[in-house]
C-alpha cells in the first residue's frame, strides 16, 4: 500500500480496534511525528505507528520528549505529541507541559494509564494523572469507554488548537484492546475573527488621535502568522515596534521601525521609546506581568498612555494591564481591520511622521553602540571576578571570556534563517539584548514558568519540524546538566543540531541574588565541571571548546556547518569569566533579618 493510501483515514462508520481509532484520528490529524518512551502501556497502538505514517522519536528522558514536541509545535503551527508509559513515564513530563502551557504550544500528551480493573489497587506505576496536569493544559480528555477513542482523541487535538495550549489524551491502558465501530472525526479548526466592530471603532478612533503609538508585537503575532499585517499597521502610523518579552522574532530586526524586545535584557531603544507613548497597541499579547517590569534602571511603561489590548483570548483583556480598548480577536485580522480603518484618515501622527522616524533611528543608534562598548559587566563582584579569571586559566589552556562579547560575536555569526531556543539562566537572559531574527517561529525560550533544562530538548524538536532550517540552542552549564544526555537522541536518530554551552562553573542567575543580598554567601551555587566538549565526544557528537574571543564566530559557523551539510550534531563550550548580569528581579528579594544571636552575622 503507498504511503499516500495510508494517511487515508475511513469514511463513516467502520469497524476497528480501538488502537486503530486512535492512530487513524491522529492520522486524520495530520500528525507524522511523535516523541516519547517506548512502553507497555500503548504497545498495542505503537505497533500501527510506522504503517500509518507515524514516527515515534524516542528520547532519553521523557521531559525532554515534551519539550520536543513544543519546539516542534512552535515552529510548525501544528500540533505537538508526547506520549509515555503509564505512572513515571508520564510524571515526568509535567514540568514541560507547564513550560507548553505559558508558550501557547498545542501539544497533546497522551497518557495511558493504569487498566480500569486494577485502579486504585496500588497496583505497579499506578497513579491519578489527570490532577498532575489540571494547572497546566487546557482540556482533559480521558476516554471512558473504547468506543469513545476517536471522539476523545479528536477532541484533545482540536481543543488544542483552539484554545492554543496543552490537552491531555487519558487512556486506561485495556482500553486500547477489543473491537469497535468508530467514525474518525474531521479536524475540526476554528475561524476567527477581528473582533467586535464597537471595539474596533474605538481603537482606531484612539489611534487617529495619537501622537506618539507604539505598537507591542506579542506571541500572538507569530502564532496568527501576522508579521506582515502588523508591519503595514506600524507602516501607515509610522509608530515603533517593540517586542513582546522573548518573543523577539515577532517583528523584523531589519525594519527601520524594529526597536528590540521589552522586559529583562531588553533593548534601552525600546523602552526609551515606550516611555513616549501616548497609544500602546498590544498586539496579540497578554502583557505579562515580568515583560513589563522595570529594567536598565528604567520604568518605562507609560502611565498615562492609553492601551489598546488585542488578544484571541478574552481573559487576558485588561487581566494585568488597566487598558482602555480590549478586542477579543485574532492578530492578523484586527491589525488588517485597524488599518482598514485608518487608511483614508489624517491621523493625528501623520504631522510628525519624520521627527519620529530620525528619534526612533537615534535611539537605536545609541543603543547598538553601548551594546558595542559594554564588552563586560561593571558591579564590584564582576570587576572582582574579572580580575581572578585573569590570573587563572581554564582546563582548555586559553583564557575565560566575557559573556556579552561572546553574544556580540554570536549575533554576528548567525546564520540566515536560524532558529534559537534559550533557556534560563544570566546569560541566557543577556541573550535578550542580542538576539535578532527576520521571521516568525525562530525564537524559543522558557517563557513565563522558567524551567531550566529547557532549550536542547526544544531546539531538537524544533528542528525535527523544519529540518532545513539551521537550529541552535543557548544553555548555561546549570542548565546544560538537566539536558545533554539528549545528545544521545540527536546522534541515535540523526537529528543534527548546534549547542552553545556557557561554562561559567555556576548557577549565575541565583548566586546573582547572593551577591546582591546575602553579602556573597555563596550556598549550592558553584559547579565544578568536566569539559561538555569531551562529554559530547564521547556520546558520539562532535565538540568544540572556544577560550578565544576571536574563535567564537568560526566556532558557530563549523558548528553549522557540521550540522547542515554533515548531519552532525556539535556542542560548542565556551569558557566564561564568572561575571554576573542584572538580576531578575530586584523586588523580588528583602535584605535578611536575623534576631537570634548564633546568625547576627547572617546579615
Known amino acids: 500500500m503507498s504511503e499516500q493510501a495510508n494517511r487515508t483515514v475511513p469514511v463513516g462508520p467502520t469497524k476497528m480496534t480501538p488502537s486503530e481509532a486512535f492512530v487513524e484520528t491522529m492520522?486524520?490529524?495530520?500528525?507524522?511525528?511523535?516523541?516519547?518512551?517506548?512502553?507497555?502501556?500503548?504497545?498495542?497502538?505503537?505497533?500501527?505507528?510506522?504503517?500509518?505514517?507515524?514516527?515515534?522519536?524516542?528520547?532519553?528522558?521523557?521531559?525532554?520528549?515534551?519539550?520536543?514536541?513544543?519546539?516542534?509545535?512552535?515552529?510548525?503551527?501544528?500540533?505537538?505529541?508526547?506520549?509515555?508509559?503509564?505512572?513515571?513515564?508520564?510524571?515526568?513530563?509535567?514540568?514541560?507541559?507547564?513550560?507548553?502551557?505559558?508558550?501557547?504550544?498545542?501539544?497533546?500528551i497522551v497518557t495511558p494509564e493504569t487498566g480500569t480493573m486494577t485502579m486504585g489497587l496500588g497496583g505497579f506505576q499506578e497513579c491519578n494523572q489527570l490532577p498532575m496536569f489540571q494547572e497546566f493544559t487546557k482540556y482533559q480528555g480521558h476516554v471512558t469507554h473504547p468506543a469513545r477513542m476517536a471522539e476523545y482523541t479528536g477532541r484533545c487535538f482540536d481543543r488544542a488548537m483552539s484554545e492554543m495550549g496543552p490537552t491531555q489524551l487519558n487512556i486506561p491502558r485495556d482500553y486500547f484492546y477489543g473491537e469497535i465501530t468508530a467514525e474518525i472525526p474531521k479536524p475540526s479548526r476554528l475561524d476567527r475573527g477581528a473582533g467586535g466592530e464597537q471595539s474596533l471603532n474605538e481603537a482606531a478612533e484612539l489611534l487617529a488621535q495619537a501622537k506618539f503609538p507604539v505598537i507591542i508585537s506579542g506571541g500572538g503575532v507569530v502564532m496568527g502568522d501576522a508579521v506582515e499585517e502588523c508591519k503595514a499597521l506600524a507602516e501607515r502610523l509610522g509608530a515603533p515596534v517593540v517586542n513582546s518579552y522573548l518573543h523577539n522574532d515577532s517583528f523584523p530586526a531589519s525594519h527601520p521601525l524594529w526597536c528590540g524586545p521589552l522586559g529583562y535584557q531588553g533593548s534601552k531603544a525600546a523602552m526609551k521609546l515606550m516611555a513616549q507613548a501616548d497609544v500602546v497597541v498590544a498586539l496579540g499579547s497578554r502583557l505579562g506581568p515580568f515583560g513589563t517590569l522595570p529594567q536598565h534602571g528604567m520604568d518605562y511603561w507609560p502611565k498615562n498612555a492609553k492601551i489598546i489590548q488585542i488578544d484571541a483570548d478574552n481573559k487576558m483583556l485588561g487581566l494585568v494591564k488597566k487598558i482602555s480598548v480590549g478586542i477579543c480577536g485574532d492578530a492578523k485580522a484586527a491589525a488588517v481591520a485597524l488599518t482598514q480603518r485608518l487608511a483614508n484618515r489624517t491621523l493625528a501622527c501623520d504631522a510628525t511622521r519624520a521627527e519620529r522616524a530620525d528619534k526612533i533611528a537615534t535611539e537605536k543608534a545609541a543603543w547598538e553602540k553601548e551594546l558595542d562598548e559594554w564588552t563586560h559587566e561593571r558591579d564590584p563582584f564582576s570587576l572582582d571576578m574579572i580580575e581572578q579569571n585573569a590570573q587563572e586559566?581554564?582546563?582548555?589552556?586559553?583564557?575565560?571570556?566575557?559573556?556579552?562579547?561572546?553574544?556580540?560575536?554570536?549575533?554576528?555569526?548567525?546564520?540566515?534563517?536560524?532558529?534559537?531556543?534559550?533557556?534560563?539562566?544570566?546569560?541566557?537572559s543577556v541573550a535578550n539584548s542580542y538576539l535578532r531574527f527576520e521571521k516568525p517561529r525562530s525564537f524559543f525560550a522558557a517563557m513565563s514558568f522558567g524551567n531550566c533544562g529547557y532549550a536542547f530538548p526544544t531546539i531538537i524538536g524544533a528542528k525535527v519540524a523544519a529540518p532545513h532550517r539551521p537550529a541552535v540552542s543557548y544553555a548555561g552549564d546549570g542548565a546544560w546538566g538537566m539536558s545533554l544526555m539528549e545528545t544521545m537522541t540527536c546522534v541515535r536518530h540523526n537529528i543534527p543540531v548546534t549547542a552553545v554551552v556557557f561554562h561559567n562553573r555556576q548557577w549565575g542567575a541565583e548566586k546573582k541574588n547572593q551577591v546582591d543580598f546575602y553579602n556573597r554567601r555563596f550556598v549550592a551555587g558553584e559547579l565544578d565541571n568536566q569539559s561538555f566538549a569531551e562529554i559530547a565526544r564521547a556520546m558520539g557528537a562532535e565538540g568544540i571548546t572556544v577560550d578565544r574571543l576571536e574563535d567564537v564566530g568560526p566556532a558557530l559557523k563549523k558548528a553549522i556547518d557540521l550540522q547542515m551539510n554533515h548531519g552532525k550534531t556539535c556542542i560548542i563550550e565556551i569558557m566564561c569569566t564568572r561575571e554576573l548580569g542584572d538580576p531578575f528581579r530586584r523586588d523580588a528579594l528583602s535584605k535578611p533579618v536575623r534576631f537570634l544571636d548564633k546568625y547576627k552575622d547572617y546579615v
Open 27 to 108: 492520522v486524520a490529524n495530520g500528525v507524522t511525528d511523535m516523541f516519547g518512551i517506548m512502553g507497555s502501556a500503548f504497545m498495542d497502538a505503537m505497533d500501527i505507528f510506522a504503517p500509518a505514517g507515524i514516527r515515534l522519536i524516542p528520547v532519553v528522558h521523557e521531559q525532554g520528549a515534551a519539550h520536543m514536541a513544543d519546539g516542534f509545535s512552535r515552529v510548525s503551527g501544528r500540533h505537538g505529541v508526547v506520549i509515555g508509559q503509564n505512572g513515571p513515564g508520564i510524571s515526568n513530563c509535567v514540568t514541560a507541559i507547564a513550560a507548553a502551557y505559558w508558550a501557547h504550544s498545542p501539544v497533546v
Open 393 to 428: 586559566r581554564p582546563f582548555s589552556g586559553g583564557e575565560f571570556l566575557h559573556p556579552r562579547q561572546v553574544l556580540r560575536e554570536l549575533e554576528k555569526a548567525m546564520p540566515e534563517d536560524v532558529m534559537v531556543s534559550t533557556d534560563i539562566g544570566n546569560i541566557n
